[in-house]
């Protein structure tokens, strides 16, 4: 993070795989153990376990803490310096697809207001990706299609919208 604070420049592909592997890492493995948590509360909240139920809510506090904080600090990253140093398309559609990757794992545990802004913003970023992906990439381009799935699960698990999900899945099959 404190490299980023002093970018004034373009990430190379190896820099951007990097910086998008450690973020994922670190908040992967935490959106994981959420689930577990989650899955907890669930059985413990039909059971007479109610310390249990204390603890792992707690816990789920806690990991959702740091969850959003490194979803904000790469968010941060995004808006103030890899965006606005990026000058190829395929720079710009990874780094827009991130954005919109880190808003809907915070849309995963948010609630009300706090979801649908983050839904909102991840909307934004996937649809201003896929038009720049539509206009810089080849159809069968990595960035591209990994684009094109994380959008469809956003439909499908933010949105709940099964239909427009399984559009966008199949649309991918009709371009390649």
Not at 27 to 38: E, P
Not at 53 to 71: F, G, L, N, S
Not at 81 to 100: C, D, H
Not at 145 to 157: H, Q
């Given at each position: 993070?404190?490299?980023?604070?002093?970018?004034?420049?373009?990430?190379?592909?190896?820099?951007?795989?990097?910086?998008?592997?450690?973020?994922?890492?670190?908040?992967?493995?935490?959106?994981?153990?959420?689930?577990?948590?989650?899955?907890?509360?669930?059985?413990?909240?039909?059971?007479?376990?109610t310390h249990q139920m204390d603890i792992a809510a707690t816990y789920?506090?806690?990991v959702e803490k740091e969850i959003q904080r490194y979803c904000q600090?790469?968010?941060?990253?995004?808006?103030?310096?890899?965006?606005?140093?990026?000058?190829?398309?395929?720079?710009?559609?990874?780094?827009?697809?991130?954005?919109?990757?880190?808003?809907?794992?915070?849309?995963?545990?948010?609630?009300?207001?706090?979801?649908?802004?983050?839904?909102?913003?991840?909307?934004?970023?996937?649809?201003?990706?896929?038009?720049?992906?539509?206009?810089?990439?080849?159809?069968?381009?990595?960035?591209?299609?990994?684009?094109?799935?994380?959008?469809?699960?956003?439909?499908?698990?933010?949105?709940?919208?099964?239909?427009?999900?399984?559009?966008l899945a199949s649309s991918v099959l009709e371009e390649a």
């Amino acid at each position: 993070y404190e490299f980023t604070k002093k970018l004034a420049r373009e990430l190379s592909v190896e820099e951007r795989s990097m910086l998008s592997v450690a973020y994922k890492n670190v908040v992967s493995a935490r959106r994981s153990s959420l689930r577990v948590l989650q899955s907890i509360e669930s059985v413990e909240k039909d059971s007479s376990h109610t310390h249990q139920m204390d603890i792992a809510a707690t816990y789920r506090k806690k990991v959702e803490k740091e969850i959003q904080r490194y979803c904000q600090e790469i968010l941060e990253i995004l808006d103030t310096k890899l965006i606005p140093n990026s000058s190829s398309g395929e720079a710009l559609v990874f780094y827009f697809k991130m954005k919109g990757d880190y808003h809907r794992y915070l849309c995963e545990f948010m609630i009300d207001e706090q979801k649908e802004e983050n839904s909102q913003k991840a909307l934004r970023a996937y649809l201003e990706a896929d038009r720049l992906s539509q206009i810089e990439l080849i159809s069968l381009n990595p960035i591209r299609l990994g684009l094109k799935l994380n959008f469809s699960v956003f439909y499908y698990e933010i949105l709940q919208n099964k239909d427009e999900a399984c559009k966008l899945a199949s649309s991918v099959l009709e371009e390649a």
